[in-house]
């Protein structure tokens, strides 16, 4: 069965430092990929970046990357020069291995940015 | 503006009632889906539907009915046989429905509240 892990329960940051979140994830697909979304405290869910298992190079959108480590099925999220507005939920998603494109999600890590 | 639109924001429904989430979205997508999500959780899947006229069951579809008889328009019914119905709804829909990088995109959410 399909496992996403996100240890961190909350995270604090220091505005404008970088931050890691965690996310491991248990699949038998051989191809698939990983999503990572935002909820601020509104409850929208923002997508983020994705990251195939088969891209070569980690994915990068903007102050967001994602460092993919395939063989330990680590998909870290970092966020770069932290904001206020960074604040939030974050989940890591992968598409679940029963056949439809829906996702399965983690349960989130919580991201305070102190200024 | 593409995008998504859920309706009502909040909604409050009394005990042995049905209720009906609005789902709407035009970004000529194929695939819609509905999750719920509890606090401090991740979300789990309800409905899902890959093409008009067309639906199954999620992980927790007992108690919920849906329809899908425009590609635009997923409407989800909270039935009086869901027992706990209280949460928060997100609606998504997706291009498609396979392949590992179809990205979800999400509603603003209906918060439901049974008194």
């Known amino acids: 069965a399909q496992k996403i892990t996100q240890t961190q329960p909350g995270m604090f940051v220091q505005e404008k430092e970088a931050v890691t979140l965690d996310c491991t994830y248990d699949t038998s697909d051989q191809s698939y990929g990983l999503f990572w979304y935002k909820q601020p405290s509104s409850g929208e869910m923002i997508f983020l970046i994705y990251?195939?298992?088969?891209?070569?190079q980690n994915a990068t959108e903007g102050r967001y990357s994602l460092n993919f480590q395939k063989a330990r099925k680590s998909a870290n999220l970092v966020i770069s020069a932290s904001q206020l507005g960074d604040s939030a939920m974050y989940f890591c998603?992968?598409?679940?291995?029963?056949?439809?494109?829906?996702?399965?999600f983690g349960t989130g890590t919580r991201l305070t940015v102190i200024p | 503006d593409g995008g998504i639109t859920q309706s009502p924001k909040y909604l409050f429904r009394k005990e042995g009632q049905n209720v009906t989430l609005s789902c709407e979205q035009n970004l000529n997508h194929d695939a819609m889906y509905w999750y719920r999500q509890d606090p401090g959780q991740g979300l789990r899947l309800i409905y899902y539907s890959q093409i008009v006229n067309d639906f199954q069951k999620g992980d927790i579809a007992e108690g919920y009915s849906v329809s899908r008889e425009k590609k635009e328009s997923f409407p989800l019914t909270v039935t009086s046989a869901q027992k706990n119905p209280t949460a928060f709804y997100l609606c998504?829909?997706?291009?498609?429905?396979?392949?590992?990088?179809?990205?979800?995109?999400f509603g603003p959410g209906t918060r439901l509240t049974v008194l």
């Open positions: 998504a829909s997706s291009l498609t429905s396979g392949g590992a990088g179809d990205t979800q995109y």
């Open positions: 990251q195939g298992s088969y891209d070569e």
């Open positions: 998603a992968i598409p679940d291995q029963t056949g439809a494109n829906n996702l399965f």
